[in-house]
Structures are given as structure tokens and as C-alpha cells.
């Protein structure tokens, strides 16, 4: 039986993502559909990229994801659809695939989906092309090879001699903010060293904990979550709304319009000693 994974930034107030499987179900009537998430931001990439990531490799192989972030943001012509570590994900030629397979797939093809189709019909070709590759096996039954697509990349951590920068990747839905730092970049860069985590400008972690029940009621704590990545929480409490503390935006980026209090508190800061 095969299984298509959702992400997008739809959100599900409306009648969309049931139009979508009903698409997928039509052509493919034993399909297992599984949600990701329906709430990404529109202009948050590395959120998507941390998502996708984070989710798809516990999939077994042959799985598709089809991944909607940000399609209409300039006109569409062509989705690409790539085989990646055994599974296939479908996405916009925006630069989010390379955010999150980290490299340009060498197994990469495109079909055209017109530039002036709605959603649903851009996604009724989807359907046909994961029916059509999930009938043959083959990746060439879902459109032409492709080797100049955009490319955008991950975030990494900012270092210094006695420092490290992250950013925020994601804030859950109890505002613990992940930074984008992993324990194998933190270990190597402290070296044994004493740490101070500082955000906010003068709020600071010195220890990591191995869960939230490390500390005590309403403490501040820091821990690696699940997927191996630097968490920074309140227990019981939430830590991006008390302190301001807010995800990385791929507009402000580009334009340059975020203030200096407000790009600080996109970042957190690790000093060594």
C-alpha cells in the first residue's frame, strides 16, 4: 500500500486539504495519506526544511511527500519531484528541495503544471504523476530530468573562536523555541569548555538538561530534543511569547527590514569559557 505525506502551509479551516486527498484517493484508491503538518509559514523555510526533515526519514521507503510552501509567490510553471534517500518529494522550484534533502538531488525531474492553474488543478496533475510513478517504479514516468533548479540551504550556526550563533528553526505549539544547532555541532565547538546559552540579551542558561522535568516548576532549562537539536524552554511555560523570542523570516531577511531588537531576539548566543 503505498503512502503520501502532506506538509504545507494551507492551514485546514477550509475545504482544501480534503479536496487534495480526495484527489489522491480518486486515482489511487488504496493510498495511505498521512498529515505532517498544515501550518507552516509561508516564508520560513528552514522551519519547513526542519519539519520535512525530522519527519520523512522515519517513512519507509518508496513513500511520497508532497511538500506545498509558499507555490503562488511567483507564477508557476513546473513542480520537481525528487527520489531522495528512497522516497520521492514533490515540491515548488523554490529552493525548498535543497533546504531540505541539503544537496541537489541527482535523481530530479519536473512537469509542467501551467502557469495560470489553481491549486487543485496543479494538484490533480500531482495525483497523476505519484500514480503514474507508483504503478512503473519509475521516477521518468513523473516528468523530464532537470539539473538547473533554484537552491537555497539550511542555516547553519555562526562561529567564532569562544562563540557560537544559531537561529530559531521552529517554535512548537507550547512556544519552546528550537535553535539551529545540533548536539555534535555544540559538543565540538564547546570542547569541554564551560557554556553560557544567552538570549534576550541578558537571560541565560549555563547547564543542559536531559528533559523538562530537569527543573524545577516555571525554571528556564535547555536540552537536545528528539532530532538532536538545541531546545530552549520554560517548564510548564511559554518561552517565545514571555521573551519575545521569535522564528527566523525569509522576507525580513531579504529585505533587511527587521529592526536590531527584533533580529537579536531571532538569534541565541553561546559563549565559551
Request: with cysteine.
Amino acid at each position: 500500500m503505498p503512502i503520501l505525506t502532506l506538509t504545507t502551509d494551507l492551514g485546514q479551516r477550509d475545504y482544501l486539504s480534503g479536496a487534495i486527498k480526495g484527489q489522491f484517493l480518486s486515482l489511487l484508491p488504496t493510498l495511505n495519506i498521512v498529515d505532517i503538518t498544515h501550518y507552516l509559514s509561508q516564508t520560513n523555510f528552514p522551519q519547513a526544511a526542519y519539519t520535512c526533515n525530522n519527519s520523512f526519514k522515519h517513512f519507509p521507503p518508496g513513500t511520497f511527500h508532497l511538500v506545498i510552501v509558499n507555490l503562488f509567490e511567483s507564477p508557476v510553471d513546473h513542480l520537481l519531484i525528487a527520489r531522495h534517500n528512497e522516497q520521492f518529494i514533490i515540491c515548488p522550484d523554490n529552493g525548498l528541495l535543497t533546504m531540505i534533502t541539503g544537496n541537489k538531488p541527482w535523481e530530479l525531474v519536473s512537469f509542467e503544471v501551467g502557469a495560470k492553474n489553481t491549486l487543485l488543478e496543479i494538484t490533480q496533475l500531482v495525483a497523476e504523476k505519484v500514480a503514474a510513478i507508483a504503478d512503473t517504479g519509475n521516477l521518468l514516468s513523473g516528468g523530464q530530468p532537470v539539473s538547473d533548479i533554484e537552491e537555497k540551504y539550511p542555516l547553519r550556526a555562526t562561529l567564532g573562536p569562544n562563540w557560537m550563533e544559531g537561529q530559531i528553526l521552529f517554535i512548537d505549539n507550547f512556544e519552546n523555541v528550537v535553535i539551529n544547532i545540533t548536539r555534535e555541532e555544540f559538543n565540538e565547538q564547546r570542547n569541554g569548555r564551560k557554556f553560557k546559552i544567552v538570549f534576550k540579551r541578558n537571560e541565560v542558561i549555563e547547564t543542559i538538561s536531559d528533559n523538562y522535568t530537569s527543573v524545577t516548576e516555571s525554571e528556564k532549562l535547555a536540552w537536545f530534543n528528539s532530532a538532536g537539536y538545541l531546545e530552549i524552554a520554560l517548564r510548564n511555560g511559554n518561552m517565545a511569547g514571555l521573551f519575545g523570542l521569535q522564528g527566523f523570516n525569509e522576507q525580513m531577511q531579504q529585505t533587511g527590514s527587521a529592526s536590531g531588537n527584533k533580529w537579536f531576539y531571532q538569534t541565541v548566543r553561546i559563549f565559551f569559557e
